[in-house]
């Protein structure tokens, strides 16, 4: 299989208290397109920081990222936002909907700032709501509906555009259990129909029993966790 993301040699250093604090080191990693890939880690080991540097959010001090067979390490910003409307899905867990669009209008917002005209966008964003279970609370505004239901929502959106790579930083964090395991049940199902690429930053236990591989980061380096 394809390679979809892979980093080389990656450092990314913070300053704290007037030291420099180094977060990612010297870190190497390859994922193949359709894999499940969790993270987990203690809390301030540099999770967040190495899923928004995988998703162009942000940048390395040193060291390569290529996704998607382009080199995107210092690839401009104004070609950088294209590129992440193209290949990179984000499910955040504080990633809201706007408020004042329906879900539907949420969903399909993505396609519309592509360029892609409203009734053509809002009918994909219908088909995607049907797939992830939730066709009727299209119409509903985000107030109107459950956290699981908003979090499906999110997920439409992310992947709306049919993106190479779908991430998630502690996705399930903010849900009950049940809605949580739903969630993940959900996730299963889009890698296996569409062979589609996650990288899930959690603590959730559960999402590491369903991935493929799982990676611990801790004091700047990546393990596989067997
Ligand atoms: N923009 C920033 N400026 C300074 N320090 C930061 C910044 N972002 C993160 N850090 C620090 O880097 C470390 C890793 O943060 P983070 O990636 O959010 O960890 P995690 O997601 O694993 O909890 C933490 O010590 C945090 O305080
Ligand atoms: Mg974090």
Do not use: W
Request: glycine share 8%.
């Amino acid at each position: 299989m394809e390679t979809i993301i892979a980093v080389n040699q990656l450092c990314k250093s913070y300053l704290s208290g007037g030291q420099s604090l180094r977060v990612l080191d010297h870190i190497d990693l390859q994922v193949r397109r359709g894999d499940f890939i969790s993270l987990m880690g203690p809390s301030g080991s540099g999770k967040s920081t190495f899923l928004n540097i995988i998703g162009t959010m942000d940048a390395p001090d040193s060291g390569e990222i290529v996704i998607a067979g382009q080199n995107v390490t210092r690839m401009p910003e104004t070609q950088l936002a294209l590129f992440r409307q193209k290949h990179i899905g984000f499910v955040f867990q504080f990633h809201y909907l706007l408020p004042e669009f329906t879900i539907e209008e949420n969903v399909a917002m993505p396609l519309m700032i592509g360029g892609t005209r409203r009734p053509e966008a809002l009918k994909t964003a219908r088909e995607i709501l049907d797939y992830l279970g939730v066709a009727d609370r299209g119409h509903h505004y985000p107030a109107e509906i459950s956290g699981g239901e908003k979090q499906r929502a999110v997920v439409g959106r992310a992947l709306i555009n049919r993106p190479d790579i779908l991430l998630a930083d502690e996705p399930t964090g903010n849900l009950d259990k049940k809605s949580g395991q739903r969630m993940l049940e959900l996730f299963k199902k889009i890698q296996k129909d569409f062979s589609q690429t996650f990288f899930l930053v959690t603590h959730d236990e559960h999402i590491a029993a369903i991935a493929d591989i799982n990676y611990q980061l801790d004091n700047g380096k990546l393990s596989k966790i067997i």
